[in-house]
């Protein structure tokens, strides 16, 4: 079975300056990842590092295998749209195409009138699209707004519980994940999407 894994992280890490005499005048931030990519590649290492699909003698990790993204590669943006927009939008493609075939044209086509000003990646998986690319898309990884705060990210933290091994959500840099906040997470932190099979 498929399951779906938001992974955080932090967008920077803090150095200290000193002035002439060595004393500790400021604390600044230096980006941690160039881009999407370097994120993605750092959270796919992590995982393995930490046993995530590693089978030994008396027990194996959480997962068979996993990809960053996968099949929700575009979820972090489709959270971000209007969920009005969105919601109509996937009641007029259940109208007029069986879920099970693939129309990217049409989906595409249907998309634009809902959301003519949209700019950002294609959306539509067409036959090119590999969901099983180790490290997803741009678009798996995206640096935390506002939107992803209130949506996605505040919800999962309140329905994680005391076992992090079930959480559907992890923090890498610490395990309480109850005292995050949003000033903490936006534009602080990136969020990285991860399709697991177990």
Not at 78 to 97: A, G, Q, R, V
Not at 154 to 167: A, V
Request: hydrophobic content about 35%; glycine content about 6%; charged content about 30%.
């Amino acid at each position: 079975m498929h399951h779906k894994l938001i992974i955080l992280t932090d967008r920077y890490r803090w150095e200290n300056d000193n002035d002439k005499n060595g004393k500790a005048i400021n604390v600044q931030n230096v980006s941690r990842f160039k881009n999407s990519l370097a994120v993605r590649n750092f959270v796919s290492n992590w995982l393995e590092k930490e046993g995530f699909t590693s089978q030994g003698r008396f027990g194996g990790g959480r997962a068979d295998w996993f990809v960053i993204g996968g099949r929700w590669v575009h979820d972090l943006i489709l959270i971000c749209l209007n969920p009005l927009l969105w919601k109509s939008y996937k009641d007029k493609m259940n109208e007029i195409i069986n879920e099970n075939l693939a129309y990217p044209e049409i989906e595409k086509k249907i998309f634009k009138e809902f959301f003519p000003k949209y700019k950002g990646p294609n959306l539509f998986k067409d036959s090119k699209f590999n969901t099983y690319n180790q490290l997803g898309t741009k678009d798996s990884a995206m640096i935390v707004n506002k939107k992803l705060w209130i949506r996605l990210i505040k919800p999962l933290i309140n329905e994680s519980d005391e076992d992090p091994w079930n959480d559907p959500i992890i923090y890498i840099e610490d395990n309480e994940l109850k005292n995050l906040t949003e000033k903490e997470t936006i534009d602080k932190m990136w969020c990285v999407i991860v399709d697991y099979h177990d």
